[in-house]
């Protein structure tokens, strides 16, 4: 792969963060083009989808989605591998990365659009990206409008009056869980980036420029705020470290958050789908959960558990019982 990528994407997008990061980390040299209205009609051109990140390749081919976007250059460029040599290992790294593009989005999207100071922030921040180069009214129409829509949409990620407080205990949960163990190391599993870093990352740096979560993991997390920063332009600082050696940080996510909320509401998510359900209820960790389902997670969930079959061996299925994950990923 030669030549230069393009990479249509926002600061305002944990997605896009996040494929621009795995693109320093490899050094892929790539031009970064915050979307906008000016290049609107370049975008329809190459996208499928209305969603950022666009990458548009030297050959003139679009592609979407974060994560088969990292996969198709972790197989193709060399440079330093995000991916461990355990499979268990990869495996789990997969499954960080799942956990933060999915149910990470839901902290950052319910903090950014609930809270009426960090909606109109982030509406500003878009609404400047979008049509700065119309002049301050054009902006302040823009504002309005982004904050109306986006507060709209909450409830595709399920945030509502229901599911705020479990929500915000994840939020602060994974938070402390992090800011423990990276208290003693670089990147998530070591002294190098991997596939976990990257989707988690993207949702925690959103969350860091907005007003609300911000202030508390800045309060409350100096280790993750460090990685954070750290995370904007990787280094292979050292090696990954053994599971055995990861554990005893690792698991309380594994376990309080992956195997009691993540996995339980992405099943309860894809059976109503495949129901036809309108909205679905359930009791996640002995709180009440109760959304209309989002399409987009029944396919990522197929995903996780393909590649669970691939990867499916006794070490690992040790740590995934232990965790209570493992019956969500055999289903
Ligand atoms: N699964 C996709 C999600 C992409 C996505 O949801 N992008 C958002 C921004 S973070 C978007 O473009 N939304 C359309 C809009 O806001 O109009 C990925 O990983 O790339």
Redesign the pocket.
Known sequence: MTGTYRLFG?EL????V?VRSYFCYKGITHEWIPRSALNQAEFQKFAKL????LVITPQGEGV????P?IEKFEAAVGGPSIVPEDPALAFLSALLEEYG?EWGNKWMFHYRWAYPADCWATAERIAQQMMGHQGPLAVAQARAAIAERMSGRLGFVGSNATTQPLIETSFKRALAILDRHLASRRYLLGGRPALADFGLWGQFYEAATDPTPGALMRATAPHVMAWVQRMVSPKEEGSFESWQSLEAGLMPLLHDEIGALFLPWSAANAEAIAKGSKSFEMTLAGAAWAQEPQK?HARSLAEIRRKYAQARMAELDRVLDVADCRRWLAA
């Open positions: 926002s997008s944990p997605y896009s996040k209305p969603l950022i990140p979407q989605d974060s994560t976007i593009d987009y």
